[in-house]
């Protein structure tokens, strides 16, 4: 058989032209698609990775904000309790404070109260004393009030104790001015010259005297030399009585105070 060689290289040659086009129009676009598609797939895949990543990192951040705004909520909230605690205690000790305040004021007034009472009792009673005291004495004694008074207190001169006298002799000494003599009425001179006489010989020395009226004595005389005093008046008397009424007046409160908690 023979060979037809024109043929087989026109067959040949149809063949190259067949693949060629096939590479040219066939083969190289799906090369290219297929390459497309991968590159493709590739960057959707990294795309989607990327945004898992992201939303990773999101995820992490709103996380790690969630706890910092848990941390500093609970910060708050302590830090605001702490405050109101504070505040409390602060509000509950001015209230306690205030009370003390308002108990305190109404101590003073009651108080202030139960002088002014006590010394309108006590002015009451040394006069109603006085008239009767001047009364009585008058009554019993043969000489005047006054002269009843001057020898009580000259008699009191003679009759102090060595401690007093030590102490009122050593007055009477350093004293640059006279002694004080105070009476609550103008003593006449055979009364003054008694006192004279009797500080004289007490104290053994010449005593400078200066004699001055004081109402406040209360029907008595005082002697006074740098701090040092001896006196004899109707106000000894009465400071017993004060004593008394102040003991009569604190005791009212609280008889008030236990009848109220009875009732109640």
Known sequence: ?????FTVAAQ?????????????????????AIDAREKGIAARLADAIAKKAEAQK?????????????????ALLSKATDEAKTEKDRLVAEAHKQADSLR?????????????????IISLTKDEVFGISRKAL?????????????????????????KSKAALAASIK??????????????????KA????????????????????APETVCGIELSA?????????????ASLDQKVAVLLAAEPAAKSAVHAGAE
């Open 1 to 5: 058989m023979l060979i037809d060689w």
């Open 12 to 32: 040949a040659l149809n063949f190259l032209i067949l693949v060629w086009l096939l590479r040219r129009l066939l083969y190289k676009p799906i090369l290219n």
């Open 58 to 74: 999101e995820q992490d951040d709103f996380r790690s904000k969630n706890q910092a705004w848990d941390a500093q909520r609970s």
């Open 104 to 120: 305190a004021t109404q101590a003073a007034a009651l108080k202030n109260d139960q002088e002014r009472l006590s010394t309108r």
């Open 138 to 162: 008058v009554d019993l004694a043969t000489v005047s009030l006054e002269e009843r008074m001057g020898e009580v207190f000259t008699r009191r001169l003679r009759e102090m104790d060595p």
């Open 174 to 191: 350093a004293e640059s001015d006279p002694a004080i003599v105070r009476s609550a009425f103008a003593l006449p001179d055979n009364q």
């Open 194 to 213: 008694a006192i004279q006489n009797a500080l004289n010989e007490t104290f053994s020395t010449d005593v400078r005297l200066r004699f001055v009226t």
């Open 226 to 238: 740098n701090g040092q005093k001896i006196a004899w008046s109707i106000a000894d008397y009465l």
